[in-house]
């Protein structure tokens, strides 16, 4: 599969064919990096903030008041750490699974393809590779940057692929052979990007979302979730300052809960669907390596020839 010169949007569907073929796996290893990071964010605030607005808020002593409603975000948080952990290393992971699934057609032992970040020898580089991408994305997101970074991105899609099949880069070098490999293909990699983008973060978003509103789960959700959103937000306190403002617009608390329904369903289609994208990028590394060896193997005969 592969070793084919296949185009942007056959490794597109390769992907999902891959990525259907496997769901129950991959929801099933994903669900520990997604929901926990979500129950590690709500225990935090409900143990902390609960105390601080009962308990604390009647004892004398304010900085021990404080300090007991730092100590007990500290659960929440370490679950939250664990789980994201979890998420990072989760995309390199399903990278070496696809590689397996390639040449067996089945995933299995999903801890050793872990190590391919985990090992000691590997998880200091995995750990710069990534502050030095999240330095990326948060120069990228100034918007002086945004067409450089737009560009600049295309190149550096494949730094992930690069780490976990070639070992012995280091992170700066993950980087710089990434951009070698797009070079070539530079139209054809930012083409996928732009399908798979559309494809994972806003089609597939909306039609979970709509789906789910034909079988009237998000009725439902609203019908539970309304009634703790009008007693957590003062939405009363806003329309008055929006009247103060002449901005004729009512904030309600059903607007807030549909908000919030509607970003949490993004946001957890976007999150098990990594293994989608992590799948699509390694199949296209594959490609481009394979075209690499080829190109220089035909260079190589060339220059024979001709001496």
């Not at 496997?22 to 994903?30: A, N, S, V």
């Not at 609960?50 to 948080?77: E, K, N, R």
Request: charged letters at 15%.
């Amino acid at each position: 599969m592969a070793t084919e010169n296949k185009t942007v949007i056959q490794i597109f569907i390769d992907s999902i064919g891959i990525y259907v073929k496997h769901l129950p796996t991959f929801l099933k290893y994903m669900s520990f990096p997604i929901f926990g990071q979500f129950v590690g964010i709500i225990l935090s605030f409900a143990l902390s903030l609960g105390f601080a607005y009962t308990i604390g808020a009647t004892m004398s002593d304010a900085t021990l008041s404080f300090g007991l409603t730092m100590l007990l975000a500290i659960p929440g948080l370490i679950l939250f750490t664990k789980a994201f952990w979890e998420y990072l290393v989760a995309y390199v992971a399903i990278g070496s699974m696809t590689e397996n699934t390639i040449k067996s057609g089945r995933i299995y032992d999903i801890k050793s393809h872990k190590k391919v970040a985990t090992s000691s020898k590997r998880v200091g580089e995995f750990i710069t590779l990534w502050l030095l991408f999240g330095l990326f994305t948060i120069i990228s997101i100034l918007p002086p940057m945004w067409i450089i970074s737009a560009i600049i991105f295309v190149f550096l899609v494949l730094i992930f692929q690069v780490f976990t099949f070639e070992k012995n880069l280091s992170s700066i070098e993950c980087f710089k052979r990434s951009a070698h490999l797009v070079k070539s293909s530079f139209w054809s990699t930012a083409g996928l990007l732009i399908i798979m983008g559309v494809f994972s973060y806003f089609l597939l978003p909306k039609l979970i979302e709509i789906l789910l509103g034909l079988l009237q789960v998000i009725k439902l959700l609203i019908f539970m979730l309304d009634p703790v959103v009008s007693n957590v937000f003062p939405t009363e306190q806003w329309n008055e300052k929006l009247a103060l403002l002449n901005i004729p617009y009512m904030i309600t608390s059903l607007d807030i809960t549909k908000m919030i329904l509607s970003s949490a369903i993004s946001g957890l289609v976007i999150s098990f669907t990594l293994p989608l994208r992590s799948i699509c990028w390694t199949l296209w590394y594959k490609q481009l390596s394979v075209k690499e060896i080829k190109s220089k193997s035909k260079n190589k005969k060339a220059k024979s020839e001709d001496v």
